[in-house]
């Protein structure tokens, strides 16, 4: 069993309200102003809102989710395994130093953070609390038995 030290959903299923919400503003504006009110075209938008909404949030909960379990640090698809993180603090970042994953860069709005692998290389974690991460990760290095 491995138990959660931090996580990152990416975004929130709520997200696929935001569409219909707007939607019903647009209604209730109509109706206030007096003017008349076009319940399937806004039930319309609303749906289609939503829909469009749902391939986003599914994308951003897939590949810009993490997690730091006891077990292993999962960022998006990629995951490291416990045993291969070495250090967090006092950690500087090369030039070209990978991403962890999969992506070229490290996602806007979010912060990175170099991890030391135990073979030499430093890769980059991110997350939108950094610290938080950090915390967890050096946690994680902590409990983890290192072979001799």
Do not use: C, N
């Not at 319940?39 to 749902?54: C, D, K, N, R």
């Not at 395994?81 to 967090?88: G, M, N, R, S, T």
């Not at 709005?109 to 997350?127: E, F, I, M, Q, R």
């Amino acid at each position: 069993m491995s138990d959660r030290l931090y996580a990152e959903s990416g975004v929130s299923w709520g997200a696929i309200l935001w569409g219909p919400v707007f939607a019903l503003a647009g209604a209730l504006a109509e109706l206030v102003t007096g003017g008349p009110v076009h319940v399937v075209g806004w039930l319309m938008v609303g749906f289609g809102l939503g829909v469009i909404t749902v391939p986003w949030v599914y994308a951003r909960r897939r590949f810009l989710s993490l997690e730091v379990t006891t077990r292993q640090l999962r960022q998006g698809r990629e995951e490291v395994p416990a045993e291969q993180i070495a250090e967090v603090t006092d950690v500087g970042t090369p030039v070209g130093a990978r991403v962890l994953g999969g992506g070229w860069s490290v996602p806007r709005k979010y912060d990175s953070l170099p991890v030391k692998l135990a073979d030499g290389t430093v890769v980059l974690a991110w997350a939108k609390d950094v610290e938080a991460l950090q915390d967890a990760l050096d946690r994680l290095v902590r409990a983890t038995p290192r072979e001799a």
